[in-house]
């Protein structure tokens, strides 16, 4: 069973994606409506002190949503996951 999607594990995995694609790992495909939803989101410091990553009121992050959550996915596959958290552990 994989662990919940959190903000812990959604701001990992959106250092994630930052550095695949700083590092020339991952590049993304031409669709206008994903580079819209990924520059348009917001982060917001909740009092746990992590960050809530989401698209602005009235605005969809479906597309930018499901390619953090193949960025994590990948950097679990490939044994690069930069963070200290459980996305994805496997729980007993």
Known sequence: ??????????????ATLRRFLYQGRLEL????ELASQLV?????PLPSGWLRIAAPPGQHDDYATA??????????????WGGGGSYGAATA
């Open 1 to 14: 069973m994989r662990s919940p999607w959190t903000n812990e594990s959604k701001a990992e995995a959106v």
């Open 29 to 32: 495909p031409r669709h206008p």
């Open 40 to 44: 348009s989101l917001e982060q917001r």
């Open 67 to 80: 390619l953090i959550a193949l960025a994590g996915h990948l950097a679990l596959a490939l044994g690069s």
